[in-house]
């Protein structure tokens, strides 16, 4: 009986001593309790929401063929004067010259086959209406009448998605959230037949609005044109930005380069109402003002209410997919493992790096922006936007948008360049070795 109780007295000791330890673990690392009704809803949600922002993400207009196909008669330059439009057409060649990319897990197989074998033309218009009728196309959908193109929208993917060039340089597989940074958005929107939404809302002759678009060049845009006007800094440099990077956003308060334009759900709503030209609801009365925004005031832009709402109830499961992208994680090979492990000793220290861009999520929990004498750069950009300030842009995936360069312009063209400003702004004192170092732990993020 004795040898019974010592037995039941251990277990019951064993047990209390498992609980307890249980209770002191990180939620993080418990046993996953069972599973209960709202735990299957909360999970079923969020696989509906992830599947239907993806599709958003990848393939929704928001009705933006009003503006691309209608207004700017886009879709006619496409499909050339031999298919129903006007001019040449443009070929896949020309296509991907202005960097558009296409889905290969789209491409029809006769013409994935054709291409294996040197037997599409590159040069025909008509394959590229091939491409827009399967939706092979990155970011662009063909609305088609028959065999004849007789509309275009873009989508969310046309400046933040790319491919991974498998297949050849431009064509393979997805990779959602990527900048498109070999894409000539000004080239692109060149090519329409009518330019005259844009020299009326910015009050310019055709040929001044074919200038700024020309400034532009691969893989920038400038988002508050449309705003205040401004297309070209007092350097007499584009005022146009680099696309910024759609992954690794979980957790990252801000999403553009300038600070004051609101979350990553605000952005979704400004860009598919604004840029885009989508049909929509979006309201914000910082566009009224006349003196700081007043092609913004002039058009009406704080309060845009189209007569469909095409947008709104759409934003969740964008905002929901675009926080789910991960930023890409550096590939094996491409740093110096011994070098990027000191560096981040440097990081986190004599460089200072680490006070802004706060690990894991390498930028600012918070309002994470800083006015330009804080980091030591001119205003022009920061005073475009509401509240005069940068950006912390968070560093997961950095070289996954090296391309076009650092910062919101591009002007530094490499992480050497990056690591001397900050070294000289904040008189750092970094060695050679240090800066080495530095680089290489930033590659390795």
């Known amino acids: ?33 069972p599973t209960t009704a709202q735990d299957t809803e909360i999970q ?7 599947e239907e922002g993806r599709r958003i993400f990848r393939y929704d207009t928001f009705g933006d063929e009003a503006f691309w196909g209608d207004a700017l008669k886009l879709h006619r330059a496409i499909a050339g004067e031999k298919h129903g439009g006007v001019g040449p057409g443009v070929s896949p060649k020309m296509a991907l010259s202005v960097g558009l990319k296409v889905d290969v897990d789209s491409v029809p197989a006769p013409i994935v086959e054709g291409l294996k ?7 025909d218009p008509a394959n590229t209406l091939a491409l827009l009728k399967a939706n092979a196309v990155v970011g662009i959908t063909g609305r088609f009448e028959g065999d004849s193109l007789s509309a275009l929208g873009v989508q969310c993917a046309f400046c933040h998605s790319t491919v991974d060039d498998s297949f050849v340089p431009g064509i393979g597989h997805r990779l959602d959230g990527h900048p498109n940074r070999d894409l000539n958005v000004g080239a692109i929107i060149s090519l329409a037949p009518d330019l005259s939404p844009f020299v009326n809302l ?34 007499g440099k584009p005022a146009a930005t680099l696309i910024p990077p759609a992954y690794g956003l979980a957790g990252v308060n801000l999403h553009t380069w300038t600070g004051g334009w609101g979350t990553v759900s605000y952005w979704n709503a400004y860009v598919a109402n604004l840029e885009m030209q989508g049909q929509g609801v979006f309201w914000d009365p910082r566009l009224a003002d006349a003196a700081k925004y007043p092609v913004a005031a002039k058009a009406g832009f704080a309060n845009k209410r189209s007569k469909s709402d095409m947008i709104t109830g759409k934003l969740a499961a964008l905002h929901f997919y675009q926080l789910a992208i991960p930023a890409p994680r550096a590939r094996a090979g491409s740093f110096d493992r011994s070098r990027a492990t000191r560096g981040q000793a440097v990081f986190e220290g004599k460089a200072q790096c680490a006070t802004c861009h706060v690990p894991p999520l390498f930028t600012e929990p918070g309002w994470n922006v800083h006015k330009p004498a ?9 005073e475009r936007s509401p509240d005069r300030t940068y950006r912390t842009a968070p ?9 076009g360069g650092f910062y919101h312009d591009g002007r530094f063209a490499d992480l050497r360049a990056v690591v001397d400003h900050y070294d000289q702004f904040l008189k750092l004192g970094l060695s050679e070795d240090e800066k080495h170092d530095l680089i290489e732990y930033l590659k390795s993020l």
């Not at 079923?44 to 992830?50: D, G, I, P, R, V």
């Not at 074998?117 to 040069?123: E, I, P, Q, S, T």
């Not at 560093?395 to 391309?403: E, I």
């Open 374 to 382: 804080e980091i030591g750069i001119d205003d022009f950009q920061s």
């Open 202 to 235: 910015l009050g310019v002759d055709e040929g001044t609005v074919k200038k700024v678009l020309a400034s532009w060049g691969p893989g920038k845009f400038d988002a508050e044109l449309n705003l205040d006007g401004k297309a070209f800094r007092p350097d």
């Open 1 to 33: 009986m004795r040898h019974r109780f010592l037995i039941a007295a251990v277990a019951l000791l064993s047990a209390a001593t498992a609980s307890f330890a249980a209770r002191q673990q990180p939620p993080s690392r418990r046993t996953a309790a």
């Open 395 to 403: 560093l997961r995936g950095l070289m996954s948008h090296a391309k």
């Open 117 to 123: 074998a040197g037997k599409v033309d590159l040069n």
């Open 44 to 50: 079923q949600n969020a696989t509906s929401m992830l």
